[in-house]
């Protein structure tokens, strides 16, 4: 995955809470083998009508989708994490976001931004009145800003999950940092063991 530092851009506020993961992406979407694609499918049930905010021309090309409580409740699919992906988000910001679904983005580099309930309120607010609103979401500093309407906040990452994401290292990743070690152990095996 690719390192996340810092993140700006405008956002899309979906002013709905308990969304869950066959909401994000309904199952019928689950049958597609690899993992791109599925931005089409991202809340497909919802824009079906026109007046969704996803709809709204104001709001393409948005980076950052801004949600009420609770978001990504549910099965414990990570292809909710890729449809977002896929659709263009780079982060999610929610008062709450389901263990699950939230572990599943910061293996995948989608950045799970949880604030308080009032600067969600804040955040929805304000970009719903003005859609070319820019936030900029510093991962380093755990900070999320909205200049132009004098939004500032922080959200909380644990150390581990903040080195993953600037660092870019899905679980991969993880394990490549001890190839030095990998090649040792291989090279000390016994030769009548088994090889891969």
């Not at 499918?41 to 104001?58: A, K, Q, T, Y």
């Not at 804040?122 to 939004?151: C, F, K, N």
Request: charged fraction near 25%.
């Amino acid at each position: 995955m690719e390192p996340v530092t810092i993140i700006s851009g405008r956002a899309v506020p979906l002013d709905r809470s308990d969304v869950d993961t066959d909401q994000i992406i309904p199952s019928e979407w689950l049958k597609r083998v690899e993992r791109t694609g599925f931005g089409a499918g991202l809340f497909s049930e919802w824009r079906d009508d026109r007046n969704f905010v996803l709809n709204h021309p104001e709001y393409a090309g948005a980076t950052i989708l801004v949600a009420a409580h609770n978001f990504g409740t549910g099965s414990s699919r990570e292809h909710a994490v890729w449809a977002l992906m896929d659709y263009g988000f780079k982060a999610v910001v929610s008062s709450g976001f389901a263990d699950i679904f939230r572990n599943n983005c910061t293996k995948q580099g989608l950045v799970p931004v949880q604030v308080s309930p009032e600067l969600d309120r804040e955040l929805l607010d304000a970009v719903a009145a003005d859609p070319s609103l820019e936030l900029t979401i510093d991962v380093a500093r755990g900070t999320i800003e909205a200049p132009a309407a004098g939004i500032e906040g922080s959200f909380p990452l644990d150390e581990f999950t903040r080195e993953r994401l600037v660092n870019g290292w899905d679980d991969i990743g993880l394990s490549l940092r001890y190839s030095s070690d990998i090649d040792a152990f291989e090279a000390a095996r016994p030769a009548w063991l088994p090889s891969s």
